[in-house]
Nanobody, 124 residues
Framework: QVQVVESGGGLVQAGNSLKLSCLVS????????VGWFRQTPGEDREFVAA????????YYADSVKGRFTISRDNAKRTGYLQMDNLKPEDTAAYYC?????????????????WGPGTQVTVSS
């Protein structure tokens, strides 16, 4: 049984940074790919970033490319999403998810375990 818990969300001004953390428990962390998604009320869940088992492969949504960085520390069983130069349109609930897929994946259907989410709000 895999459990995923996000932390690090909050309220920031546009142009500032936040770093989200994703603690994963229940099985060998190095055998799980990690993804980040975000969602606002009334809209579909949107892919943000993903990273493979070893961290050797990453993918980013065009909307965050160059501003966000995904990483992982297998010893700490933790994935990270560093968010720089935040914009008001980044405001959303952010969800971390884990997948048994071999590579980093974009589709939410490839992820079996999800965290409860953490809110990020960016003011103008």
């Amino acid at each position: 049984q895999v459990q995923v818990v996000e932390s690090g969300g909050g309220l920031v001004q546009a142009g500032n940074s936040l770093k989200l953390s994703c603690l994963v428990s229940g099985r060998t962390f190095s055998e799980l790919s990690v993804g980040w998604f975000r969602q606002t009320p009334g809209e579909d869940r949107e892919f943000v970033a993903a990273i493979s088992f070893t961290g050797g492969t990453t993918y980013y949504a065009d909307s965050v490319k160059g501003r966000f960085t995904i990483s992982r520390d297998n010893a700490k069983r933790t994935g990270y999403l560093q968010m720089d130069n935040l914009k008001p349109e980044d405001t959303a609930a952010y969800y971390c998810a884990a997948s048994p897929a071999v590579t980093a994946v974009v589709s939410p259907y490839e992820y079996d375990w999800w965290g409860p989410g953490t809110q990020v709000t960016v003011s103008s």
